[in-house]
């Protein structure tokens, strides 16, 4: 199926995300599945939200059939930009390296969902920047973090205008406690040392493909809808 993603700005915007209105409006544009993310009171004290951007309060993830044309595509952009006609949007692909567990229809999923949008940095080419970002990074961003799902989305091209030139989309959802415990976020079983190794790590992993700087992060609450 083809992906879509969109972030979205304008505040309280949560009960018109998980109105039945809006499943019915995009399965009649031609979505299959919904995915709503939202910086709400249950991720409130997640304590990193940052970007160069707007900021972000919403993303919404849209699962198409597998022929899209771009007719299709337009009607999806108009349902969400009814919402909030500040929504940038982007055609991306999906890999699952750690697959999120399976909760209900419209069921918050426990867990404190961060969204990153990437950008890749000027002095790397795009396939390069791909690779290491998918390949190598993805091995260490799993040992070094407490993740128990973990979804990146290559950005095939964009569908809004003026979106930012946001390369990859990658989530990564945590227990609730790594709001607040380091050791929770980082899987380091509260043993110190280890947690400096993971972190040093990490940091250093991002830093080599540019993650360290020009991202947008958004902590959420995780919802999805079968339509």
Avoid: C
């Avoid at 039945?20 to 409006?25: M, Q, V």
């Avoid at 972000?56 to 909030?84: E, H, P, Y």
């Avoid at 500040?86 to 055609?91: E, L, M, V």
């Avoid at 890999?95 to 567990?101: N, S, T």
Wanted: hydrophobic share 45%; charged share 25%.
């Amino acid at each position: 199926m083809t992906k879509l993603i969109f972030a979205l700005h304008r505040p309280d915007l949560g009960d018109s995300l998980r109105a039945a209105d809006l499943r019915d409006r995009l399965r009649t544009a031609g979505a299959h599945r919904l995915q709503v993310n939202l910086d709400d009171a249950d991720v409130a004290v997640a304590p990193l939200r940052f970007g160069p951007g707007t900021p972000i309060t919403a993303v919404v993830s849209l699962w198409l059939a597998d022929v899209v044309t771009d007719g299709l595509v337009a009607d999806v952009v108009t349902v969400v930009r009814d919402l909030d006609p500040s929504a940038d949007g982007w055609r991306v692909e999906e890999r699952l390296p750690i697959e999120p567990p399976s909760v209900p229809d419209g069921v918050r999923a426990e867990a404190l969902a961060n969204l990153a949008f990437l950008r890749r940095p000027e002095n790397m080419a795009h396939e390069a920047w791909r690779s290491d970002w998918l390949d190598r990074h993805t091995t260490v961003a799993i040992e070094t973090q407490g993740t128990f799902g973990y979804v990146q989305n290559p950005v095939v091209e964009p569908i809004t205008p003026d979106a930012p030139a946001v390369a990859g989309i990658v989530e990564e959802l945590f227990p609730m406690a790594a709001m607040t415990d380091d050791h929770a976020f980082y899987g380091s079983g509260g043993d110190p040392a280890e947690l400096g190794l993971r972190l040093t790590r990490l940091m250093d992993s991002v830093t080599r493909f540019g993650a360290d700087r020009g991202l947008d992060l958004v902590p959420t609450s995780r919802y999805l809808w079968r339509l």
